[in-house]
């Protein structure tokens, strides 16, 4: 398959990388809003003071 | 309780749980990036066109995936949900919480998809099958899930609450699958399930298999990292507040 | 009690006299609020006016649309009813009594639902027919919508008093209470409207009737319990 062949997906480009790329934001969103959540958790704990 | 004053985080957590977690994170995240990677190689690239629906039928790469990976999240909660309330095990909960953003988010998925695949293939976005209709019942219990979780203010409630919440809703997925085939048929619906596959050549079938494995190590690496915040931030929130609040 | 002293009761008696004591109480309750009751009941009504004022008034479209919009229209009557099965008990403390008492919370429990019912489903049943004539339902149909209810109705006040139980003094209650327990409805609503369908395709609707039966009797064995369960967890 030619490199625009790929991206046309036989004309269906819409629907094939709007599923795809819809799906890969939606787990770069999650991965990052995780990491942001933990590294918020970590931070907080430590300068926050949990006894330990 | 003996006479030692109690460390009263074991209640909430084994306190060397989120290293242990942090630790295994790269273990499940690295091999997940790596088996996408090759199956998106394979049912992208490498995979034929099929005979009937061209090229868009490689949807299925990801909407396969996603959904199987909806149900068994839901499964592997009831499972945690299970183990807290018959052994009173606050981190079992904890994994349950931790999975359920990524079980919705995958429901979604498989829905979104679904509907991208349904268009061009069957002509409508939504077609009201019994796949696709029981699919949007589970993004509901999901959902009440995590409303249940959130308007719930004691953690400790939230969890058993949630716990029970998940006990029943697995007990009613196999009646509602079987009551949304039932109406879907009764209606003369839908006689082309969305999720039926072009017959599948051996290398569909491969990419499909390292596409839900991938997602498979994705969800245990990601539920680990937020299990980890999960963790952290109730041991904040209990010594801000004293040991008094975690007494059981 | 001198009595539980003498005799100590065999589990089945205290349970079923628990099932009696929380009927009676909660019946008695209900009807010192009748107009209550009476609102909610004129909910029902309104909804299922409401089907034909969206959709116009062609007699075929309403018999279609008939048998779906009255069990729609009952499982919302029934959310709506849920929230008094534990709240004002739970406000004023009774709840915790009523929880620490010697007969087994699920028999306790299951008497409430009973009563609930009685007050809140079964007129709601009786009322049925009267409105399937705003559908031109007749005959046969309207019965099996009635009978349809009859079985379908217990099962919704078993399963959403899990719900009522575990929202319990949550804030957002009542949608929360319908986003938690509408889909577990889904299978009582279809079982229920299809029957109709079913019969007017010409085949007996015993398949129907069948699942609603067995649902009931699995919500009768098994929401007592898990309804339990969460009530403890609200008060704890």
Same mark, same amino acid.
């Given at each position: ?52 | ?122 002509? #409508? ?65 839908? #006689? ?19 596409? #839900? ?36 | ?19 009696? *004591?929380?009927?009676? !109480?909660?019946? !008695? ?24 004022? &969206? ?15 009255? *069990?729609?229209?009952? +499982? ?7 929230? !008094? ?31 609930? *019912? ?25 019965? +099996? ?14 399963? &959403?008093?899990? &719900? ?8 957002? =209650? =009542?949608?929360?209470?319908? +986003? ?57």
């Amino acid at each position: 398959m030619s490199l625009g062949d790929f991206f046309a997906m036989g004309g269906k480009a819409f629907y094939v990388w709007g599923a795809y790329g819809v799906t890969a934001l939606l787990i770069i969103v999650e991965v990052l809003a995780v990491s942001a959540r933990v590294r918020n958790a970590r931070g907080a704990a430590e300068s926050g003071g949990g006894s330990r | 309780m003996s006479a030692h004053s109690v460390n009263w985080f074991r209640f909430a957590s084994p306190a060397s749980f989120p290293p242990l977690a942090r630790a295994l994170v790269p273990w499940f995240a690295i091999p997940s990036a790596l088996l996408a990677a090759a199956g998106l190689y394979l049912g992208l690239i490498v995979a034929p066109a099929d005979a009937q629906q061209g090229e868009v039928y490689r949807i299925i790469f990801i909407h396969v995936a996603a959904a199987w990976m909806s149900m068994f999240i839901y499964m592997v909660m009831a499972f945690w949900s299970a183990v807290s309330l018959m052994f009173n095990a606050r981190l079992a909960a904890m994994m349950a919480q931790a999975l359920a953003p990524t079980g919705a988010l995958f429901t979604f998925i498989a829905l979104w998809t679904g509907s991208l695949w349904g268009k061009p293939a069957w002509g #409508t976005y939504w077609a009201w099958d019994a796949r696709m209709t029981s699919e949007l019942i589970l993004l509901f219990l999901y959902f009440g899930y995590l409303a249940l979780r959130n308007a719930i203010a004691d953690a400790r409630r939230a969890d058993r609450a949630c716990s029970v919440l998940v006990l029943v809703g697995v007990v009613n997925i196999p009646v509602i699958y079987f009551s949304v085939q039932w109406w879907n048929t009764l209606h003369q619906g839908a #006689t082309v399930s969305l999720t039926a596959a072009p017959r599948m050549a051996a290398i569909m079938l491969t990419a499909m298999l390292l596409m #839900t494995l991938a997602a498979w190590l994705y969800t245990i690496a990601i539920s680990l990292v937020r299990v980890q915040a999960i963790v952290l931030e109730r041991e904040r929130s209990v010594s801000w507040t004293g040991p008094a609040e975690a007494s059981q | 009690m001198s009595e539980a002293a003498l005799h100590p009761p065999a589990i089945d008696d205290s349970a079923w006299r628990g099932v009696s *004591w929380a009927l009676a !109480r909660d019946l !008695r309750l209900a009807l010192r609020s009748k107009s209550e009751l009476a609102v909610q009941l004129l909910f029902y009504v309104i909804v299922v006016t409401l089907f034909p004022l &969206g959709i116009g008034p062609e007699p075929g479209l309403l018999r279609t649309l008939g048998p779906g919009a009255l *069990w729609v229209a009952a +499982l919302l009557a029934s959310l709506l009813a849920l929230p !008094r099965l534990f709240a004002s008990d739970f406000a004023d403390g009774t709840l915790e009594q009523i929880a620490l008492s010697p007969h087994p919370l699920p028999a306790l429990v299951l008497g409430k639902i009973l009563a609930h *019912w009685l007050a809140t489903g079964a007129p709601l049943v009786v009322l049925s027919p009267l409105l399937g004539m705003q559908f031109g339902l007749e005959g046969e149909e309207t019965k +099996l919508v009635v009978i349809g209810l009859v079985l379908g109705t217990p099962t919704l006040s078993l399963l &959403g008093a899990i &719900g009522a139980a575990l929202t319990l003094g949550v804030r957002g =209650g =009542g949608a929360l209470l319908a +986003l938690l327990i509408l889909p577990l409805y889904v299978p009582v609503l279809i079982f229920g409207a299809g029957a109709v369908d079913t019969l007017r395709g010409g085949i007996a609707p015993t398949g129907e009737l069948s699942m609603l039966t067995a649902a009931l009797l699995a919500a009768i064995v098994g929401a007592p319990f898990a309804c339990a369960a969460a009530v403890r967890i609200a008060l704890d």
